[in-house]
């Protein structure tokens, strides 16, 4: 059974700095990992999804990285601004289904 | 890209009312849709699969009787949370595949149900 952790649960940070989330997960049979971001009350926002046969994927200053065979995942924010606080979500994706992990709740201070 | 729509966004009713949420994806046929809960501070849970024309596929602890989920045609799902009690006050996130990358899902934004 899939499990996925993300560390840490919680991040402050001050404005400017790099900084970088963490994805683990049990099963390494995944098609798919995929980052998402979701602010208070809404939905989900895809940020980058990383295919099993791909290292990584990089989107403005966001750079995600894939290493199935050490069932580890990482997402790479530059320059982090107040904007970028919100909850960030890793889903490992098996033969039909995500699997979510706990999520990171990170606050930019201005 | 692929865009998917949830109505209503959010809905309050009376404990042991049925409520209905649609699930719509509006530039793409979903071959298979998925729906999730969230509570508060929690993670998403992935209550079922559902791919048209065919009975949903409930995960562990779901009640089918009590979330009955229909998916009519590629580009229309619905849940319908029967005789709602207040712990059932949750947001109700759809999701659906059937783009170009194998598995990936695309995400509604999700329903905040409150029961009385």
């Known amino acids: 059974k899939q499990e996925v952790t993300q560390i840490p649960a919680a991040l402050s940070v001050p404005e400017g700095e790099n900084l970088v989330l963490n994805c683990s997960f049990t099963d390494s049979a995944i098609y798919n990992l995929q980052w998402f971001r979701q602010d208070p009350g809404k939905g989900l926002t895809s940020l980058l999804l990383i295919q099993s046969s791909q290292r990584e994927q990089t989107s403005g200053r966001l750079n995600a990285s894939l290493d199935k065979s050490s069932g580890r995942s990482t997402l790479y924010i530059a320059a982090s601004q107040p904007g970028d606080s919100a909850t960030y979500l890793c889903?490992?994706?098996?033969?039909?289904?995500?699997?979510f992990g706990t999520g990171t709740r990170l606050k930019v201070l201005a | 890209g692929a865009v998917v729509s949830q109505h209503p966004s959010w809905v309050i009713c009376k404990s042991g009312t049925s409520v209905k949420i649609e699930c719509r994806s509006l530039?793409?046929?979903?071959?298979?849709m998925f729906w999730y809960r969230q509570f508060p501070k929690q993670s998403l849970m992935l209550m079922a699969t559902?791919?048209?024309?065919?009975?949903?596929?409930?995960e562990q602890g779901v009640e089918k009787d009590k979330f009955l989920i229909n998916h009519a045609s590629l580009t229309l799902s619905t849940l319908t949370v029967t005789s709602a009690h207040p712990e059932d006050s949750s947001f109700y996130i759809c999701?659906?595949?059937?783009?170009?990358?194998?598995?990936?899902?695309?995400f509604g934004p999700g329903t905040r149900l409150t029961v009385l």
């Open positions: 530039d793409f046929q979903a071959t298979t």
């Open positions: 889903a490992a994706s098996g033969t039909y289904k995500y699997i």
């Open positions: 999701s659906a595949s059937g783009g170009l990358v194998y598995n990936e899902q695309f």
């Open positions: 559902s791919n048209e024309g065919s009975k949903a596929t409930y």
